[in-house]
């Protein structure tokens, strides 16, 4: 209903954003998530969640990130499905011109998936990242896995 009123959060379609498995990862997270309702986007490939003042945004088809120091976490969804996402520093190159630098958000890409899927939960919505990968990992699990993260102990 209301999401139809709203602006549309603006956003840059990733390089691979025409990739048939994006539409698959877009289509299974149709609807309201993480308490809130989706918002129109203004890129392909791209979804939205939030209150009209802010919004979780993913992208899908970004660049894979590579082999990297930065933080990577392995999420499991309520179904089983791990997902291994890149935390970039805030300096980081991977992390987009839309991320909320001012205010704060997280920034979150896919490790070892392509096309790999980026979320941005900006810290006004009062979300904990923990509250959101969850919810997205049944839906990126549709792209391959090639890579998984390694922690500094599994290195020899």
Known sequence: ??????????????????????????????GQRFGFPEMGTTAQATMAWGDGTSAITLRCGVEPPPPTTDRCITVTGSDGTAIDWINPEPDSP??????????????????????????VVPAALQLEP?????????A??????????????DVG
């Open 1 to 30: 209903g209301l999401a139809g009123c709203s602006r549309p959060v603006l956003l840059d379609p990733g390089p691979a954003a025409p990739d048939p498995l994006c539409g698959d990862i877009l289509l299974a997270l149709r």
């Open 94 to 119: 991977l992390i987009p011109e839309h991320a909320d630098s001012e205010t704060g958000s997280w920034t979150f890409i896919t490790y070892g998936r392509v096309p790999a899927v980026e979320i």
């Open 140 to 153: 990126v699990q549709r792209a391959p896995a090639g890579r998984e993260c390694v922690g500094a102990t």
């Open 130 to 138: 923990a509250d959101v990968l969850p919810g997205v990992a049944t």
